[in-house]
Structures are given as structure tokens and as C-alpha cells.
């Protein structure tokens, strides 16, 4: 095994505070009552989608819907590098990775005008071989498009690489691309997942455990 894919928030960092302060600063603005971290977090992987439908019980149908989207990202651009940090364990297997000479990447659905930012504040561009967005392949996971996209680009065969993800859609699309792939449990699972059915080869409770699959 010589690549250790991972996705952004709810894998590699924890963004979940960011993005429910720019949902509550939505729902302060619209007069609502903010809520809770603990009801946010579960949520967090699934982005403005999610966290709209979490706030507003807004879908995309909703003909509001994307104004509502519009200003939710608005409002996250001006605060999204106020607190993400790195998942417990997760510097020390970063170490460890780049000392046994294995090369790790980023493959996320979130937009590259937010993923940069955050990557660069917490110094991590500069370590990730690749960074993957969710607007630079031509479809964004669950298909693989973006996976197959980071093998391109690292030059790296895909059975050689592993995708770690924290949704159902992250397993999903390793699957299509042919790699082996594992569920960070640590991550924003809700209560209603069911990562013992999502057909991964490996349930990590925390980071470490991913230098026992390299």
C-alpha cells in the first residue's frame, strides 16, 4: 500500500464548529434560534445541503433553496478558518505516514475556494501530495471520478491506493474506483448510519489504526 486517500471534513479535519457557526449566524440573521453543536456535527459531512435542510428544513426542491445556499456560503467564507484542527491522532499518523515514505492526499467534495484556505492555515498544502475538490472533477462522490482523478495526479495505481471517508457516499465511490476503502468512525456519523453496511474493508475507530492497513 503505498497512498492513504483522505476526505476533508469528518476524516483528516475536524471543520464541524466553523460550519455551525455559519449555520447559526444564518439562523440569527433569519431569526432564528441557533442550535446546538451536538445536533450540527452529525450533519457536518453533508455541507450546506445537509445543514440547510438541518436549519431550515430546506431540500434543493425548496425554490429558496439556493439564494439560502448562496448566503450560508457567504457567511462560511468569512469564517472557516476560525477553529478547524486536525482530529485526535490524526499529526501523529501524518508523521508517521510521511516517515515510513508514504504519500497521502485529500479527495473531498467540498469547493476549492474552501478547501484551500483551510488547508493552507492548518500547513497542510504543502504536505498533501494531491488535493482533490468537489468542482474539479466532472462528478463529484459518490462517483469516482475524483478519486481516479488523485491516482492521475500522484501518478499512483488505484490498487495501491486506500480512501478513508466518514459517509456513506466516501465508501461508495472508493468502491466504483476499485480501491480499498475504510470508515473513520471517529468522524460525523449520525445515530441513522450504518457503516457495518456500507461494504468497507476496514472500520478505523481512530487514526492510528490506519498504519496497520499501509
Request: proline share 6%; hydrophobic share 45%; glycine share 8%.
Amino acid at each position: 500500500m503505498s497512498v492513504i486517500l483522505f476526505d476533508l471534513d469528518g476524516t483528516l479535519v475536524d471543520t464541524a464548529h466553523d460550519l455551525g457557526l455559519a449555520l447559526n449566524m444564518q439562523l440569527e440573521r433569519h431569526g432564528r434560534q441557533g442550535l446546538p453543536h451536538k445536533k450540527i456535527r452529525p450533519v457536518a459531512s453533508h455541507g450546506s445541503r445537509g445543514l440547510l435542510e438541518l436549519g431550515f428544513n430546506l431540500s434543493p426542491a425548496d425554490k429558496n433553496f439556493l439564494d439560502m445556499r448562496d448566503e450560508y456560503l457567504s457567511i462560511y467564507d468569512q469564517v472557516l478558518t476560525q477553529s478547524p484542527v486536525l482530529f485526535e491522532g490524526m499529526a501523529e499518523l501524518l508523521d508517521a505516514i510521511e516517515d515510513r515514505g508514504v504519500s497521502w492526499g485529500i479527495v473531498t467534495n467540498k469547493p476549492r475556494r474552501f478547501t484551500v484556505p483551510i488547508m493552507h492555515a492548518m500547513r497542510l498544502d504543502q504536505r498533501a501530495a494531491c488535493i482533490v475538490c468537489g468542482d474539479d472533477a466532472a462528478r463529484p462522490k459518490p462517483h469516482p471520478d475524483s478519486l481516479l482523478m488523485a491516482c492521475d495526479l500522484m501518478q499512483k495505481p488505484v490498487k495501491d491506493c486506500i480512501y478513508i471517508g466518514d459517509a456513506q457516499r466516501d465508501i461508495e465511490a472508493g468502491m466504483a474506483a476499485g480501491m480499498r476503502t475504510a470508515v473513520a468512525l471517529y468522524g460525523y456519523l449520525d445515530v441513522t448510519d450504518e457503516p457495518k453496511e456500507w461494504g468497507a474493508d476496514f472500520l478505523i475507530n481512530q487514526p492510528m489504526e490506519i498504519m496497520a492497513l499501509i
